[in-house]
């Protein structure tokens, strides 16, 4: 696993804070609500990529290819 990784979502997860922080100033809290989701779902495609990286390598250790 690469500790770039965990930057990478860090800087998306400041970079979302920003721009709903901007949004919700500027009364667009539905627009804001949406960014946030959005955010949301990006870091979970990551995660859950990483999660399949994480079983295929399990599976590759213990020869369990089927």
């Not at 990006?42 to 079983?55: A, H, N, R």
């Amino acid at each position: 696993m690469d500790v770039g990784i965990i930057f990478k979502m860090a800087a998306i997860g400041i970079i979302i804070t920003v721009v709903c922080q901007i949004l919700k100033k500027s009364d667009r809290d539905d627009i804001a609500t949406l960014v946030s989701i959005v955010g949301l779902i990006i870091v979970l495609s990551v995660v859950v990529g990483m999660i399949g990286d994480l079983f295929s390598e399990i599976s590759n250790i213990f020869q369990l290819n089927g």
